[in-house]
């Protein structure tokens, strides 16, 4: 049976026990004042709303049943607690709850409109009329304070923190709601709407200059030598990112926060070509081409400390494993080249070969193979086939590479 | 009835906000389970402790590890014994949850009506 089913029977009972039973003293709701339904017509604040239908206007307007008599008379069906403490009948006027450390049994009302916690700021100031007998409730309601707010009050002592609406220090005339048909939306007085939003009625720009003026005393100032962003990676070559979360609930603990990326460009790290290329071959994916930017993510360990220490350990141990030279590395082939290398490939040798056939043929004397490879069609040759192999094939690279071969084979046009 | 009895469910996040606000349900989150599970209490309790009072429903949010209750009571009861409901609430939800409670509360004379059925 779910939650609310079980427990249902027994709100009830306890209702039906309360309201055959004549009241108690602790809890004594007039029906005149407070319940579900509503209130006498004088005492109506609330604007006039939705108009109710027939039956339930009877309901409203006649007068409630007489609240129970409990008091000096009904001494003998008040809670033993009770009834040492009798209240002398003479007695006009209570003192306010500031003296209301002994519990007095309160027949007939004395309403106090504003609650305790919604002008929090003057206080429970109730103006504490005559404690009535049985019968007549005066409705004394304290009205809100927005009714003494002046033009130009400072707005961050209404709100100091972040706190719910409250229509009743908000002199503002909200409407919030969808409205009924010919309506207009509900007004701001028990509006649940403008209570469930967050607001940020706490964060005024004033008040919030008043922080900013607070927390100057505990902040240092930039340091003056780092003004650009080249002095900042010039000094501090690594980046080190680390994300902090907040969530409501009672646990700070959050896995994700042991996450820790360092970030370093290559150029600003001590590396030749031999071990530029090593290292860019042992990271794999963590290289940036474009940015020349190395990142390390690390999230094995458990501490966020640990982490930041293990990712300084891999670079370190790729630095100086790039600066070694294994023996194998001896075995580097040419699909294992990052970059088109002319020297020693297939495209040389056709080139050394059509050139050598060409002179053969023309019967000039054997000129050597370094005079050509020196030579400045070979070279030019070599640079437009380098480009087109590493960049791509683009307009001008292959019209460089058009220029070079006519050279190269002396054809004109 | 009140505007939140008025809309059904589905009117949520178009004429309804959230009765809770916390950061359990958003993407990526975690506690949501742990949260649902204290504001189911949280209601039950607010509506025994108060009894017949609460006008509407009960509101909770939760900033960091702070929940404020904010309640729409009726004024049935005098100040000094919702004085002492509400330092009871806190002080028994501050011991049982381990983090601060603070309510807010908003008295109505009588039940908002949005409309009749």
């Given at each position: ?163 719910a609406f ?10 919030m709601g ?13 509006n649940l709407e403008l209570i469930k939003i967050p607001n ?214 | 009835?009140?505007y939140e ?7 949520i996040a178009?004429r309804k906000g959230w009765l809770s606000l ?34 509407d429903e009960v509101v909770l949010k ?6 404020v209750?904010c309640?729409l ?31 807010e ?13």
């Amino acid at each position: 049976m779910p939650f609310e089913m079980r427990f249902e029977p027994i709100f009830r009972a306890a209702a039906a026990v309360r309201s055959r039973s004549p009241p108690d003293p602790w809890y004594s709701p007039s029906p005149r004042n407070g319940g579900a339904r509503g209130s006498s017509p004088r005492a109506q604040r609330v604007p006039p709303g939705p108009v109710p239908p027939r039956s339930v206007r009877a309901e409203l307007a006649g007068p409630g049943p007489a609240p129970a008599a409990v008091g000096p008379g009904g001494a003998a069906r008040r809670p033993p607690w009770r009834r040492g403490l009798a209240v002398l009948p003479g007695r006009a006027v209570v003192r306010g709850p500031a003296g209301g450390s002994q519990p007095r049994p309160r027949w007939g009302r004395a309403a106090y409109s504003s609650a305790p916690a919604v002008s929090g700021k003057e206080g429970p100031q109730q103006r504490e009329a005559s404690v009535r007998r049985r019968g007549r409730t005066p409705q004394f309601a304290v009205p809100p304070r927005t009714e003494r707010m002046a033009v130009d009050q400072d707005w961050s002592s209404v709100y100091p923190t972040a706190a719910a609406f409250k229509p009743a220090s908000v002199p503002l005339p909200i409407r919030m709601g969808y409205p009924v048909k010919r309506g207009v939306p509900p007004p701001k007085e028990g509006n649940l709407e403008l209570i469930k939003i967050p607001n940020f009625l706490h964060l005024t720009p004033p008040a919030i200059k008043k922080h900013c003026a607070a927390l100057k005393d505990f902040c240092t100032e930039w340091p003056s030598a780092l003004d650009s962003d080249e002095k900042c990676e010039q000094h501090f070559p690594i980046e080190t990112e680390t994300v902090d979360y907040v969530s409501s609930g009672t646990s700070i603990r959050n896995p994700k926060a042991r996450v820790v990326t360092l970030r370093v460009k290559l150029s600003n790290l001590n590396l030749d070509d031999h071990a530029k290329k090593k290292l860019v071959k042992l990271v794999g994916e963590r290289y940036c081409r474009e940015t020349d930017v190395l990142t390390i993510v690390t999230d094995r360990c458990p501490l966020r400390r640990q982490n930041y220490d293990y990712g300084m350990h891999l670079l370190t141990v790729l630095y100086h494993e790039s600066w070694k030279t294994e023996k194998w590395e001896s075995e580097k082939s040419e699909e294992d080249m990052e970059e088109y290398i002319w020297e020693n490939s297939r495209s040389q040798k056709n080139a050394l070969d059509t050139l050598l056939r060409i002179k053969a043929s023309e019967n000039v004397s054997n000129v050597s193979k370094e005079e050509l490879l020196g030579s400045e069609v070979v070279t030019n040759y070599r640079n437009s086939v380098i480009a087109l192999k590493n960049e791509g094939e683009t307009e001008s690279n292959m019209s460089q590479y058009k220029e070079s071969v006519k050279k190269l084979l002396n054809i004109q046009a | 009835m009140t505007y939140e009895q008025a809309h059904p469910p589905h009117y949520i996040a178009h004429r309804k906000g959230w009765l809770s606000l916390h950061t359990g349900n958003l993407h990526g989150e975690a506690g949501a389970a742990e949260r649902a599970v204290e504001d189911s209490f949280l209601r039950r309790f607010m509506y025994g402790t108060f009894p017949g009072l609460l006008a509407d429903e009960v509101v909770l949010k939760r900033r960091g590890n702070l929940l404020v209750i904010c309640a729409l009571l009726s004024r049935a009861l005098p100040p000094s014994k919702i004085y002492f409901l509400v330092g009871y609430t806190e002080t028994l939800l501050s011991h049982f949850y381990k983090c601060p409670v603070r309510l807010e509360l908003q008295t109505v004379p009588a039940r908002v009506v949005y409309k009749y059925l």
